[in-house]
Structures are given as C-alpha cells and as structure tokens.
C-alpha cells in the first residue's frame, strides 16, 4: 500500500487498535461497530442508509439480529465463534438491532 500510495510508514498505525475485550457488553458493542459500521460512516457524510449492513463485514451471516436483516443465501464465510462470550455471553444484552448506528445514543 505504501508503494502505491507513494508514503511510507505504518500503515495501519492510526487505523488499529488492540484491546482485549472480556465482558459480555463489550462483546456485544464490538460486533454492533463491526457489523454497521458503514452507518456509522453514512450518517457522519450526511446520508441515510435504511437497512444497509456492512458489505467489508460478516453481518449477512450474522444470526444475532433484533429483528429481520438481509441475509446472504451462500455459505457462510465465517468460523463458528469458539469462545463463551461470543456462543452466548454477548446475548445476554440483547440482540443487535440492524437498524442501529454504532455510537450513537440510544
């Protein structure tokens, strides 16, 4: 990417940030980002996405939605979660509304 965008550097420096998540809330706020984070990104531009999902995500395999979501009719690209907070520990906050924007108060 450096080459092409002739820079140099790091290039995931300001775009990565590591942290361990190890509560079932912060779990479920993970993946509401991850999965509409594009609405995030849309509101901040000033449009409206209605039931837009993030296509760089997994949310059309996601099965944790609040209510109906476009779902994908291939084979899911993902792994089944291996760890109790992504199984089961997530939901006890409720699934994820896919109408929802990351961020914002409710």
Known sequence: M???FRRRGRVT???YHHR?????REVRNALGYVLLNVRKHAIGAGRV???ALDPASSARWFAGWA?????APD????AKPR???LRVGWWRHGRID???VPGARA
Request: no cysteine; aromatic share 4%.
């Open 20 to 24: 361990v998540l190890r509560t079932p």
């Open 13 to 15: 420096a300001d775009r």
């Open 98 to 100: 896919p109408r929802g």
């Open 83 to 85: 760890s109790w907070l």
């Open 75 to 78: 084979v899911p690209a993902v």
């Open 49 to 51: 996405l209605r039931d």
């Open 67 to 71: 209510r109906a979501a476009p779902q």
């Open 2 to 4: 450096n080459r092409v």
